[in-house]
């Protein structure tokens, strides 16, 4: 398993590495956007964790050069406190996780874990649950033939969703990802654009896809085929 780490902080650098390597892991060190452009150039890698703030090519820059090129490798962002844009971005550019900073390394093995066991369609900028389709690049959403029109925060909700999908994902979860960072729990929030999507994605279909998650959150579930 070999793991590229595009990070310009070397302490964050130095314990992201050792913890990796620790448990087996091989580690390439990039420490800016150039020399991972560089490694990604060269090495084909099992996972690359990014952060976004880099010297000389940035972060979303250099992810959006490796996805030009057709490198479907499982990205992780790292970002800061204070940039939803740019995570938003990322998601966009075909990263498929994020960890905001400061992090324990247990959540960061979490998140590793979890790039890992998703299926290679997920990479993709075409993302598909049953017959719901959504084209990330055209930012369209079918189920069937029928065309689904998306707020931008419900796109942004379904997106994660389908990101996830058969993963229960709780209400802090989801209220982190989609609506800011010190998210309040207490808000009714994510349920109300979650019954939102439901109108839009389940009602008047034999097969409901948004599930609730009792005492969890939500999940989005493949149809199973029975
Ligand atoms: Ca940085």
Redesign the pocket.
């Given at each position: 398993m070999r793991i590229l780490l595009v990070?310009?902080?070397l302490k964050i650098a130095q314990f992201i590495t050792q913890g990796l390597t620790e448990i087996g892991y091989v580690v390439n060190h990039g420490e800016d956007g150039r020399a991972g452009r560089d490694l990604t150039d060269t090495y084909k890698y099992d996972l690359i964790i990014l952060?976004i703030?880099?010297p000389k090519i940035s972060g979303l820059e250099l992810l959006k050069h490796i996805r030009s090129v057709k490198i479907t490798t499982p990205v992780l962002l790292l970002t800061a406190r204070d940039t939803v844009e740019d995570r938003v971005r990322g998601l966009d550019l075909g990263a498929d996780d994020y960890l905001v900073k400061p992090f324990a390394f247990s959540e960061l093995m979490a998140r590793l874990r979890a790039l890992q066991r998703r299926p290679p369609l997920q990479f993709s900028t075409i993302l598909k649950v049953g017959d719901l389709v959504m084209d990330t690049v055209k930012r369209e959403i079918y189920r069937g033939d029928r065309a689904i029109v998306l707020s931008p925060l419900e796109y942004n909700l379904l997106e994660y969703l389908m990101r996830n999908c058969d993963r229960a994902l709780s209400r802090t979860q989801i209220g982190e990802r989609i609506w800011e960072l010190d998210f309040c729990s207490n808000s009714n929030v994510v349920d109300v654009y979650i019954g939102y999507l439901r109108r839009k994605i389940d009602k008047g279909y034999a097969q409901a896809l948004i599930y609730t998650i009792r005492g969890v959150g939500y999940c989005l579930k493949t149809p199973s085929i029975d």
């Open positions: 990070e310009d902080e952060d703030m880099l």
